[in-house]
């Protein structure tokens, strides 16, 4: 998939909750190369803190 069909997808204007969610989690799926069920295996434990105030 091209960058360019994937900011097509991420800029569409989507009206259904769930659908936009679907959406939202294919765009950072796409952006970290995580497979479908590795992305949805993450939890806060997986988030690393960066930086000098620890953000995300």
């Given at each position: 998939?091209e ?43 997986n ?6 105030a620890?953000?995300?």
């Open positions: 998939m960058l360019y069909e994937v900011e097509a997808i991420y800029q569409k204007e989507i009206s259904i909750d769930s659908i936009a969610e679907v959406r939202d989690a294919f765009i950072f799926q796409y952006c970290i190369e995580f497979a479908y069920q590795e992305m949805y295996k993450l939890n806060p434990d988030i690393v803190r960066v930086g000098r620890g953000e995300k």
